[in-house]
């Protein structure tokens, strides 16, 4: 007998329980009357089973579909022992024909046909049915048998590749979801992308909480805190208990300094006892950080009955908790923890080492950030090395890395934002551009900063109308009108180095090479020394020696390198030096411009 087939008749397919009855009321004793129905066949179906007579058994079945044919369970029994006969195909199309015309909620019909498709030698269909099963019923009666099958169809059979299917199918639903409500471009740091769409989803329906909350956020990463707060307040409208939308809210205040009004706003957090761990965990970092730190090391503590004790985000927070109340040794054995992760050993032994020097320096309490992110200053140091390098591609698309230079843009200290500012002239995106362009609409940036963003901006293609803060008030301009040549203005010594060139082709009635040499100057500035503010023009002279070597070695003018550094006043060594950086630039300038032509 099918062992499903003799689970369900224990289980569910006893027809209500009812039993075939003899009835002797006003009947000789020698008689017996007999009631022919689903109960009495069934009955005898599975007498049929136990005596391994499969042939009556599936006429004894059957019966019972005619007596009772809008009873589901009657076809699974008769599905069950056309399996035990072999004859998987009918058996399928009794399950079908259940789950199509009678009751598409009965999951056990999907392991059913899962066993089928399995003997059958089916087994990408098998598993098909057994996660189809596992998707309507995860705790249901024969999960574990499905979660077993599907096990040895992967490992024992090949299998894997429903599995596979099924989670890249997932995974795009996610995604779409995710960019629907905005979680995407939030999770890959484009806020000014997720400020522009979001505006547009909570236009189309105000009723979009989860589109709102998120709004909030990109309001607040973009710093547009009033509109940030106003929207978090709009939610709590709608649904007074939200704690996403309280957390925001708290937030916010915090960074208002609004004391009184956070004090009222924490006051449900420090209460909720929230059972979902995302949830539980966005409270508990709220906590921290508004300054509640007690109350937040509580929190914490009562995260570690939702997730696991060594996850990431737990330790970090436990460990920032009591950092910033004092207690260091505890803090650090969190550390310690958190460092076996390979993905967090950098972060654990950064604050690890900030604990070494907390200790050192007698400071009774550290204060350390609740979010498990790479800090500011590590990831501005691994920008300003990885802008040396030719291929950005693998760290300009790293959420947290951008979520990190937009904060640093923000309120970064006057060298932080150089540095953010070059970042985002690679990374180029469109994303990248708005926040240039965000940045530069802010009335306390001096022109200098402003003069940076336009190069910025430049270099990266950027076009369309900005807005700007002069000493007359504000202004627009359009970066079209921006002059080429403005990344002159940011170093005298980058001018220097051009007047002198110039001065030197023309007063020698090269005046045909101004511009090649120009713009081979500009290209250097650009793709070079604009790119690392540790690069510095010591000497003027031997840069614009080597760049007029490069440009009349390439013009087919003769020059002797000797006679070239002679007139400079600078040695042979310097100006060949120079020549070769600024030849990379023009070898590299001609080689993209060969590929875009043949693109």
């Known amino acids: 007998m099918p062992f499903w087939v003799a689970k369900e008749a224990l289980r569910k397919v006893q027809m209500d329980k009812r039993r075939h009855r003899y009835n002797q009321v006003d009947r000789p004793e020698n008689v017996i009357a007999m009631k022919l129905d689903a109960s009495y066949f069934f009955e005898r179906g599975m007498r049929f089973l136990q005596r391994n007579d499969l042939a009556r058994a599936v006429k004894a079945f059957r019966r019972t579909v005619e007596y009772e044919p809008d009873n589901p369970v009657n076809y699974c029994n008769l599905a069950g022992v056309l399996a035990e ?36 030698g089916d087994y990408e269909a098998a598993e098909e049915h057994l996660l189809r099963y596992l998707d309507m019923d995860p705790d249901g009666e024969y999960a574990a048998e499905a ?7 992967i490992d024992e059979f090949g299998g894997g590749r429903a599995l596979e299917r099924r989670r890249r199918e997932e995974a795009r639903a996610e995604t779409m979801q995710a960019i629907q409500d905005g979680r995407y471009f939030l999770e890959n740091g484009q806020f000014e992308v997720a400020v522009e769409w979001l ?8 009723s979009h909480i989860a589109a709102r909350n998120n709004l909030s956020l990109a309001y607040y990463y973009t710093g547009q805190y009033h509109k940030a707060l106003a929207m ?116 654990a032994d950064y604050h690890l080492e900030r604990v070494r020097q907390a200790r050192a320096a007698g400071l009774p309490s550290l204060h350390v950030a609740y979010q498990l992110d790479v800090p500011v200053e590590m990831q501005l140091a691994e920008v300003r090395d990885r802008l040396q390098t030719s291929s950005p591609d693998e760290w300009k698309r790293d959420p947290l890395l951008r979520a990190s230079l937009y904060w640093s843009l923000r309120h970064g200290s006057r060298e932080v934002r150089q540095r953010v500012i070059r970042a985002l002239a690679v990374v180029g995106d469109e994303d990248a551009q708005q926040a240039l362009k965000s940045f530069l609409a802010r009335s306390d940036i001096d022109a200098s900063l402003q003069e940076q963003t336009l190069v910025a901006l430049k270099r990266m293609g950027a076009k369309g109308i900005v807005k700007l803060w002069r000493a007359a008030g504000p202004a627009e301009i359009r970066l079209e009108d921006v002059r080429h040549d403005l990344i002159l203005d940011l170093q005298p010594q980058w001018r220097e180095v051009w ?19 120009r713009r081979t100057w500009l290209t250097f500035l650009y793709d070079e020394l604009f790119l690392d503010l540790r690069k510095r023009i010591v000497k003027p002279e031997s840069w614009a020696s080597g760049l007029l070597y490069v440009v009349l070695r390439y013009a087919n003018v003769p020059v ?34 060969r590929r875009s032509r043949e693109e």
């Not at 979660?147 to 169809?153: H, K, N, T």
């Not at 208002?256 to 006892?273: I, S, Y």
Request: charged share 20%.
């Open 85 to 120: 006969l072999g004859d998987f195909q009918g058996s399928n199309e009794l399950l079908h024909y259940v789950l199509e015309h009678m009751d598409p909620q009965m999951s056990e019909c999907w392991f059913y046909l899962a066993n089928n498709y399995a003997n059958l």
């Open 147 to 153: 979660e077993e099958m599907l096990s040895i169809l």
């Open 199 to 206: 505006e547009q989803v909570v236009e189309a329906d105000p």
């Open 232 to 347: 978090a307040e709009s939610v709590l409208e709608r649904q007074p208990d939200n704690l996403h939308a309280l957390c925001n809210r708290a937030i916010l205040l915090h960074h208002f300094g609004d004391e009184e009004r956070l004090r009222r706003a924490v006051d449900p957090l420090r209460k909720v006892v929230p059972l979902h761990p995302d949830i539980a965990m966005k409270v508990a970092t709220t906590l921290g950080f508004v300054g509640l730190h007690a109350e937040a090391l509580a929190a914490f503590r009562r995260l570690a009955r939702l997730v696991p004790p060594d996850h990431p985000m737990l330790l970090h927070g436990l460990a920032a908790a009591h950092a910033n109340l004092g207690n260091l040794a505890a803090a650090e054995s969190l550390w310690r923890q958190l460092s076996r992760h390979e993905d967090c050993a950098r972060v």
């Open 499 to 517: 007047s002198l060139a110039e001065m030197w082709l023309l007063s020698r009635g090269l005046r045909s090479l101004v511009n090649r040499a």
């Open 560 to 593: 002797v390198q000797r006679d070239l550094a002679a007139q400079f006043g600078v040695s042979v060594s310097s100006l060949s030096k120079c020549s070769s950086r600024l030849e990379q630039v023009v070898l590299r300038a001609g080689w993209q411009a």
